[in-house]
Nanobody, 122 residues
């Protein structure tokens, strides 16, 4: 399977912003619904946001609604997550993955990547 590659994480102060990117080498995911997930230390991986293959429909977890924006550029084979007004509770490793209509991750063409660490701290 193709591996997804996430990037753009880092250390940011509360209230700051980051933009994450996700791509897949050797495989286009333009026809797949894609999502972002995160896993904080000691917690299970949780859903953050997803976007239909067309880019026309998005869905967010309540905890990030109004602060995060998911988007995609199929020509660049990239999915983005713009994160604004970051809070310490957003600290986690962030992953992208193909998703099912019920917003759960599925294994269609790619395995989980390494993720990208986001740390929100003063």
């Amino acid at each position: 399977q193709v591996q997804l590659v996430e990037s753009g994480g880092g250390l940011v102060q509360p209230g700051g912003s980051l933009r994450l990117s996700c791509t897949a080498s050797g495989r286009t995911f333009s026809s797949y619904d894609m999502g972002w997930f995160r896993q904080a230390p000691g917690k299970e991986r949780e859903f953050v946001a997803d976007i239909k293959w067309s880019g026309r429909t998005t869905y967010y977890a309540d905890s990030v609604k109004g602060r995060f924006t998911i988007s995609r550029d199929n020509a660049k084979n990239t999915v983005y997550l713009q994160m604004n007004s970051l809070k310490p509770e957003d600290t986690a490793i962030y992953y992208c993955k193909e998703v099912a209509p019920n917003h759960r991750p599925v294994n269609v063409f790619a395995s989980w990547g390494q993720g990208t660490q986001v740390t929100v701290s003063s």
